[in-house]
């Protein structure tokens, strides 16, 4: 019994024990994104655009569109960030949020996601 807990032991600790590769993805996320881009102008609208050395690829927009009713504006913001997974796979989120709700899609999801929008 008592082999078979410090096997089971000693099979937790090496199991739990970061890997090579673990390592150098922790070590290329610490680095500063490769790529910045920000724009803004003076009534609060911007669009920016990023890409980090994995590969990590945001991009967004906010631009003010006039309200349902006519008396002010609303921001209203539309983006995409794309990354590779430790599966190696590409996964793609693309995102609006405004007038109509807020909205998430991506393939890896499993429905397109929906918001409604506040009365």
Do not use: N
Request: charged share 20%.
């Amino acid at each position: 019994m008592k082999l078979f807990l410090v096997s089971l032991c000693l099979f937790a600790v090496a199991s739990a024990a970061p890997s090579e590769s673990s390592d150098k993805l922790a070590a290329i996320r610490a680095l500063p994104a490769l790529e910045h881009e920000e724009v803004h102008d003076e009534a609060g609208q911007y669009a920016l655009r990023y890409v980090t050395a994995e590969g990590t690829v945001v991009s967004e927009r906010g631009r003010l569109v006039p309200s349902h009713d006519g008396t002010g504006y609303v921001l209203v913001t539309e983006g995409e960030v794309s990354y590779v997974s430790d599966d190696g796979k590409t996964y793609v989120t693309k995102y609006s949020a405004g007038l109509d709700g807020t909205k998430v899609e991506g393939s890896h999801l499993p429905t397109p996601v929906e918001v409604p929008a506040s009365p």
